[in-house]
């Protein structure tokens, strides 16, 4: 597929397999028909032969060509199922879109600070866990690091203090940066309010912006309430502070945080009797989480 892709890209070759896929041609009259050198026309045809797109026979003293359509068809194919994988619903590409439209949105409003102060969200969750590890997955750095990004995304350091004026660091990068080459997605720093194990969890936490500068603040007050199937898990989120600079974060709060919540009822779901220490260390692909509580 790779030879068959670098022989096409050229376009000299690929006027020649359009004049081949209107009936075979020899060299000579396909030199004429491109403009070209004979002998240049003959490397371009060896070349799709090698790839498999093209056939050839000795026909007295001229060499005529013919395309073989079926390498074209499996290359059709393949494009028709990528294109069907980025266009699939619920899918990643059309998660960039939402994201897109909200991002354009939210530029257009951001006009002046305060822009976007006492927006608001609500998240409503019903987890399959009993409270007490629900809170875990909420306040123990460990559990928190499986969840606590959007899809795509990694946490690549974090601290979260639970208790009342406790410290907060969340930063993440890509998932697929190993090695942490590429620029840092995103960093937030915040503080504790409220901790009531178990029935709530209250605190203020703040996005960077490039140059380290508040792009707004987000207060997040999060109610536990049990349920004869586990808790229900009610998130308000709440924005102050908000910068002109903040449109980019504030156009990805619903996606971005809807997104983190579906893989904690996700975790969740998979093991609703976790019973693993505190202690103990998660793979979570990225570097290991700072825990000072």
């Known amino acids: 597929m790779d030879a068959l892709l670098t022989a096409l890209a050229d376009p000299a070759r690929w006027r020649l397999v359009n004049l081949l896929a209107e009936r075979p041609r020899p060299v000579g009259v396909l030199a004429q028909l491109?403009?070209?050198?004979?002998?240049?026309?003959?490397?371009?045809?060896?070349?799709?032969?090698?790839?498999?797109?093209?056939?050839?026979?000795?026909?007295?003293?001229?060499?005529?060509?013919?395309?073989?359509?079926?390498p074209l068809r499996d290359l059709a194919a393949a494009l028709g199922r990528l294109a069907d994988t980025a266009d699939q619903a619920g899918g990643a590409r059309e998660t960039y879109d939402r994201y897109g439209h909200s991002l354009h949105a939210e530029r257009l409003a951001a006009e002046e600070p305060g822009w976007a102060d006492g927006r608001s969200f609500r998240f409503l969750r019903s987890l399959t866990a009993r409270p007490e590890l629900v809170w875990r997955h909420l306040t123990e750095t460990a559990l928190l690091a499986r969840w606590w990004t959007p899809d795509d995304l990694r946490v690549s350091e974090l601290v979260f203090e639970a208790r009342p004026g406790g410290r907060i660091v969340q930063e993440y990068r890509d998932a697929e940066d190993a090695d942490?080459?590429?620029?840092?997605?995103?960093?937030?720093?915040?503080?504790?309010?409220?901790?009531?194990?178990?029935?709530?969890?209250?605190?203020?936490?703040?996005?960077?912006?490039?140059?380290?500068?508040?792009?707004?603040?987000?207060?997040?007050?999060?109610?536990?309430?049990?349920?004869?199937?586990?808790?229900?898990?009610?998130?308000?989120?709440?924005?102050?502070?908000?910068?002109?600079?903040?449109?980019?974060?504030?156009?990805?709060?619903?996606?971005?945080?809807?997104?983190?919540?579906?893989?904690?009822?996700?975790?969740?779901?998979?093991?609703?009797?976790?019973?693993?220490?505190?202690?103990?260390?998660?793979?979570?692909?990225?570097?290991?989480?700072?825990?000072?509580?």
């Open 34 to 70: 491109t403009g070209a050198r004979q002998p240049q026309t003959t490397k371009h045809l060896q070349t799709l032969e090698r790839a498999g797109v093209v056939t050839s026979q000795r026909t007295g003293q001229r060499r005529v060509y013919a395309l073989r359509s079926a």
């Open 180 to 293: 942490g080459s590429d620029l840092v997605a995103g960093r937030a720093e915040g503080v504790v309010d409220d901790v009531r194990p178990g029935e709530r969890l209250a605190y203020r936490l703040s996005p960077l912006l490039p140059g380290g500068g508040l792009a707004f603040t987000a207060h997040l007050d999060l109610i536990l309430r049990p349920i004869d199937t586990g808790t229900d898990l009610d998130v308000r989120w709440r924005i102050t502070d908000s910068t002109v600079d903040s449109a980019d974060f504030v156009a990805g709060i619903e996606i971005g945080f809807g997104q983190s919540l579906d893989k904690l009822a996700a975790t969740l779901a998979a093991d609703p009797h976790d019973t693993d220490d505190t202690t103990t260390s998660h793979d979570t692909g990225s570097t290991p989480t700072r825990s000072t509580k």
